[in-house]
């Protein structure tokens, strides 16, 4: 940057270097060349003026129209240069100035609901000014639309203090503004005043986190000069959504009122701000805006201070220059990605609308649309109950059903192996001594009776009876969940068939649920009820364990042993208290170890046969039942649901209105655009094609690419597109430096093949060679 302060203070001609009148003439707007100190006019010269017109200015009015349309309530952020800033900071002041027109201006909240400002650069006589809000359209003029903009304002947000997040739009066409489109917004206010409600810093400030937070958007933070920037509320919040400051451009207000330390403040840039500063002075008091304008120059001309600020970052002018560039730039930027989002969001509403259910007008029509439904929710049941695909659900994963019910039954076989009673070493064989005394007879004492091996086996299985059973009822519990959950999703868009699908459902299930615990408990019973398996398993472990009998026994017997006994598959188990009863304790192990070998295959069968008759009511249940029960409910005599299917409900006829607004909405943006993104590639891609070698019927096709089918861009227009965008916004071409080397190289290679005929036809063979190696070490240039 450098200072003013020691340039001979040149006097130029004004005409060129200030406004001659309101507003900021581009003509007037300083370019580079002009703060260098060229005098030169500049209208003659910019060539961001020259085209302005006819490249960016259309792509701007397709913007703008885009805004109109409300299309960023479809989610599809604008290209938008959005202005916050404390309050009375000066914003509404630096529109004014920009626009050459008088807003509503003053100490405390001036600006209650967003303004969206479009300023048209329109040559004419009479400036035409307009309000549009709320659907209405309210012309005005200059001087009369600070009353008007304040009665909108106080239609649409009260006569009070209070704010409102619904836009006012104004638009100003007036011969020499600079094209721009900005979005004011209420100052930020941290206590509220007289009238205003409490939580106003928190309306405010969320108001303008949602305008500031797409990086779309262009934050333009107005900056008291009497203000310490680090404290500004303003700069705190851009630098939420905005970190490294890339997307926001600073303006300082107030230049004349504290001058002091400005130039450091602006240099320093403690607050991080990417896009640069420009100091302004607005206008004061009951000045035109030709005299501010004048003043404001003198002032950063002739001010000791102000001076050595860089010409480059004071001035409205500058500050219109800098707005118009940076709005070029975003715009160029983010056109092509809106044409997909508007492709997307069309092509998924379409998609939407088209799955929604169709007006039923017959019987026979709701019939149809009920098997449909059945059918469908059938076939996902199926695939998510018993075939173990979840493409339906790849995120749910409460809906993977097969998975979660493996992981239900595996939980349950650890419960059922770990159930405390299977602790065997622990009071080894005190039970069975209990039994064998309670069940003993009159008989030899080495005869194990029956009767004792079934009480024991029914005092276990009596200690985990409840397990099945709970397994069970959560396993069913949980399907009639899934279940439910598929029936009212495929039933979602006839809310009329709800309720009852809904009752079938719940019916049907506590119904199965009730069988299955049935089921269960019935095999409860037949395991207490004998013992008995056919599965060789259990006679090999019976011998393997007893295969430490006489061991055992004799460690009982000999009293000089230790108490403590290691026996395999078991542990260490207490022998002492078993040598007082020795005349059962043969029998009592015998029973035991026919309990463990025995044990394995109880649980076992428990297991096994109540996964298998799940598996086998669930195949029943969404093969048949389920059909059968919803049918039942649905078309039966208290069902009367297929009469009810040709009832439209509010909810589904609300919500297909929605869409069709919707498409409709998005079907005028596509048209916006695609007459825009037409435009550009037959008149600018004609012009730029022998350069970048395009062949015809590029334009053609990209004009296909947005009008045809659901409009979706072709990735050839949307390239396109991008192309001619910087190609505006300044990509490389070839330049004739380029061209001429080019020609230079073909001209020298052909010279090189002629030489090369001749040695050839002389028959030097060394020569024939080397000009072959030139030859090839020529080509990659000549063919550049
Ligand atoms: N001296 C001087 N006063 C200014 C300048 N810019 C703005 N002002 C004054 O500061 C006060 C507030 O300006 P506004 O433009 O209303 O501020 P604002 O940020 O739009 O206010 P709200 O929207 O209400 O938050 C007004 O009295 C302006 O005249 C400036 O550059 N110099």
Redesign the pocket.
Known sequence: MSGRGGKSPTPKPTASRVPCFGGTNLALIPTPCDVEGDALPLSAMDPLTSSYNDKIRPLLDAVDKLRNLMVMKEGIQLPTIVVV????????????SLAGIS?????????RVPLIMRLQNHPCDEPQLFLEFEGKVVHSDEENIAVAIAVATNEIAGGGKGISNTPLTLVVKKDGVPDLTMV?L????RVPVHGQPENIYEQVSGMIMEYIRPEETIILN?L??TADFSTCESIRMSQMVDKKGERTLAVV?????NPEGLLEKVTADDVNIGLGYVC??????EETYDEARMEEHRLFKTHPLLSKIDESMVGIPVLARRLIQIQATIVAKCLPDIVNKISEKLNANVALLQSMPKNLSSIAEAETAFMQIMGSAKDSLRKILLRGEFDEYPDEKGMHCTARLAEMLERYSEKLQNCPDSNFSKDFLLEELEILEETKGICLLNILPHVAFLTSLQRKIGRISSTPVEFVSNVWEYIGGVVLKVLMQYSELYPQLQNATRRAAQHLMAKVKERAIGHVVEIVQMEKCTDFTCNPEYLAEWNKLMEKQVEFLQHIYDPWKPSKFVLEGIGEVDVEKLRERRHLVQQAFNLRMRMVAYWKTVLGRLVDSVALHLLFTVQGLVNKELEDEVVSQVVGPQGGGLQRMLEETPAVAAKREKLMRSISLLKESREVVAQIMDRVSTADMEKHQPAQGVKGGGGSNHGQGLHGGHGEASACSRSQGRWWLKSWTGSPRRTWRTRLFGSMFSFSYAVLLCVWSCVFVCGDVCLHFRMLLIFILCLPSSMK
């Open positions: 800033g404390d309050q009375s900071s000066g914003k509404s002041s630096v529109l004014e807003l509503p201006r003053g100490q405390g909240i001036c600006t004011d209420p100052g930020i206010t107005v008291s000069a207000t107030k230049s004349d009122k302004v002075r607005n206008r004061i008091g």
